[in-house]
């Protein structure tokens, strides 16, 4: 065997058996924010389909794609939430793959007036993949890509089940929640060794600031502050920014990072800065974002584009009902 070919295969042991995986990230995170927390299904007035697509750093050949594709149902009966999450992420070319398919469950407690607390499960299935086919390795470049060390590499995968918990506490215009992902740890390793995957902490909230006067009543308008804190491994990360919508428009400015904190010399944790914008058409909204990068790879990555399509629906009846009783004031992107 060539020291080419054994490199290769040792880089790819490494980086396929030892890495500690983080998971997909959407700016726009209360677009999909069953996404964020288990405890957000139901949530909307009725019934809810939301359709999130991010492209990050396309100028880095090998970058990350996420599809993300959630439907959640509040069953006014039972006070509770139900919601089925779709999530591919797919990196390398798409040589690495992440899907799942997850089912959740929420029930919600009135604690007063208009004062409401959501504890939610959720249980999953993925399944993790690596395609060697689509991998240049350094003997393909020597030998001018005849022949390559995935001819002797399978396709292989691994299929696990997957938990996490939430909670959400809402009034009409505050919400403060926290949600643990991969409680159980599973093993994502690929090349038979041991691979776990790391338990996500995050914190989010906010607060709504409505607008006012008699020339609006017409056209609402609203200033949202709202932070997402999250933490996996050895790595955490902090969104935090505002909103302003004046119906059927929203737009948002977000800072990514925590500014204070650093992982080595020269590696200060700056990612980026977002901006958002949004436009709602009857029980349609339609989101963009596009992050700015202002770390070390500034310049180099394209930043990150991102889309959110969500269709809120429910019976004229039903509608008016809940938004007199129950209304989480997140922001709708």
Known sequence: MSPARSIAILGSALLLGGACAQDAQFTQFYAAPTYLSPAFAGTAAQSRLALQYRDQWPSIPGAFVTYNVAFDHYLNELNSGIGLIATHDKAGSGAMSYTSITGQYAYEIELKRKVFLRPA???GYV???????????GDQLVRGGDIGTYEHLERRSIGYVDMGTGLLFFTPKLWLGMAYHHLNEPNQSLRMGESLVPRKFSMHGGYRF????????????????AFNYRSQGRYDQLDIGAYY???PVFAGLWYRGLPLKSYGEGRPNNDAIA??????VKDWRFGYSYDLTVSGLAGRTGGAHEVSIIYDWADRRRRKAMSKRRVVPCAKF
């Open 210 to 225: 409505n607008i006012r006067t008699a020339l609006i009543r017409k056209h609402p308008q609203a200033v949202v502050a």
């Open 245 to 247: 919508e004046l119906e």
């Open 121 to 123: 499960l959720q249980f």
């Open 127 to 137: 399944n993790h993949a690596v395609d060697y086919t689509r991998l240049v390795f």
């Open 275 to 280: 901006l958002l914008a949004g436009v709602m």
